[in-house]
């Protein structure tokens, strides 16, 4: 049973987002769609409130400030069941990346995850936290996320911090090259509207891909019976939101799932 933690001192950069948008399904099929524990370490926050309709996830919500967090981890990590850890951002990173290693736990995790966005604090953030785990001497895989591409941009011109200029323009370096070769696995969040309306719902982008309803054929009949417009509209809504979810699932969420299956050596 796959275990995955999302980690970044950086608030802001996605991390509740790519846990359930992206971890959690990815878990959820590669387990023979088994429900998938979600455990938000987090004092302030309760993100994972906002996926109540969720299917896909047991949510827990875990207070890090507790004196035994190591023994909680243990605890928790040792579990025989998928789960995704969705670590909150600031000392809440600092007590639990501490409390995983000295636990040794770390070496119970399959993945961690890193996402950030294009600026500089989250670059900074995520190789600081890159450099934690290597210097625990965990051989731990990691996987940095870029959240929020924007699709219309040259990659490298808008993630050149982390990424560096591959154009040769600036000569600059990205915070990347100070990652050891075999670790610069990295991959892509394209930002979409779609991720906003899932989280509203309090579902994910995933599940509403895999919806079994014709909801082409509703409209259809909608129109062509002349139903009331705002039925009309609702229903011509929620046909878009749906095709953008499948086409969201195919251009982002399946790489993902096959450059983590890559490195956790799956078939």
Same mark, same amino acid.
């Given at each position: 049973?796959?275990?995955?933690?999302?980690?970044?001192?950086?608030?802001?950069?996605?991390?509740?987002?790519?846990?359930? !948008?992206?971890?959690?399904?990815?878990? &959820?099929?590669?387990?023979?769609?088994?429900?998938?524990? &979600?455990? /938000?370490?987090?004092? /302030?926050?309760?993100?994972? %409130?906002?996926?109540?309709?969720?299917? @896909?996830?047991?949510?827990?919500?875990?207070?890090?400030? =507790?004196?035994?967090?190591?023994?909680?981890?243990?605890?928790?990590?040792?579990?025989?069941?998928?789960?995704?850890?969705?670590?909150?951002?600031?000392?809440?990173?600092?007590?639990?990346? !501490?409390?995983?290693?000295?636990?040794?736990?770390? =070496?119970?995790?399959? @993945?961690?995850?890193?996402?950030?966005?294009?600026? #500089?604090?989250?670059?900074?953030?995520?190789?600081?936290?890159?450099?934690?785990?290597?210097?625990?001497?965990?051989?731990?895989?990691?996987?940095?996320?870029?959240?929020?591409?924007?699709?219309?941009?040259? @990659?490298?011109?808008?993630?050149?911090?982390? @990424?560096?200029?591959?154009?040769?323009?600036?000569?600059? !370096?990205?915070?990347? /090259?100070?990652?050891?070769?075999? *670790?610069?696995?990295?991959?892509?969040?394209?930002?979409?509207?779609?991720?906003? &309306?899932?989280?509203?719902?309090?579902?994910?982008?995933? #599940?509403?891909?895999?919806? *079994?309803?014709?909801?082409?054929?509703?409209?259809? !009949?909608?129109?062509? #019976?002349?139903?009331?417009?705002?039925?009309?509209?609702?229903?011509?809504?929620?046909?878009?939101?749906?095709? =953008?979810?499948?086409?969201?699932?195919?251009?982002?969420?399946?790489?993902?799932?096959? %450059?983590?299956?890559?490195?956790?050596?799956? *078939?």
């Amino acid at each position: 049973m796959s275990k995955i933690v999302v980690l970044n001192a950086k608030g802001g950069v996605g991390k509740s987002t790519i846990s359930m !948008q992206v971890i959690v399904p990815y878990l &959820y099929t590669r387990n023979g769609n088994r429900v998938v524990s &979600y455990y /938000e370490f987090d004092d /302030e926050n309760e993100d994972s %409130k906002s996926f109540i309709n969720s299917k @896909l996830v047991d949510s827990h919500q875990i207070r890090v400030t =507790d004196s035994n967090l190591r023994d909680i981890i243990t605890d928790i990590v040792l579990r025989d069941e998928p789960m995704c850890i969705d670590v909150g951002a600031n000392k809440t990173t600092t007590y639990f990346v !501490q409390s995983l290693i000295d636990s040794g736990m770390i =070496d119970a995790v399959d @993945l961690i995850v890193i996402p950030l966005s294009d600026g #500089e604090l989250d670059a900074i953030n995520a190789i600081e936290l890159y450099y934690k785990i290597k210097e625990s001497g965990s051989d731990v895989k990691i996987l940095f996320i870029l959240n929020r591409y924007n699709e219309l941009r040259d @990659l490298h011109s808008q993630f050149d911090i982390f @990424l560096g200029d591959k154009r040769g323009f600036f000569d600059t !370096q990205g915070f990347i /090259e100070n990652v050891l070769e075999q *670790d610069r696995n990295y991959v892509t969040l394209s930002d979409s509207d779609a991720i906003k &309306y899932c989280r509203s719902f309090g579902t994910t982008v995933w #599940e509403l891909a895999q919806l *079994d309803r014709d909801l082409a054929g509703q409209l259809r !009949q909608a129109i062509k #019976e002349k139903r009331d417009k705002q039925e009309i509209k609702l229903l011509s809504f929620k046909k878009a939101l749906k095709g =953008d979810c499948e086409l969201f699932t195919a251009k982002n969420l399946e790489p993902i799932f096959e %450059k983590i299956d890559n490195l956790l050596n799956r *078939d």
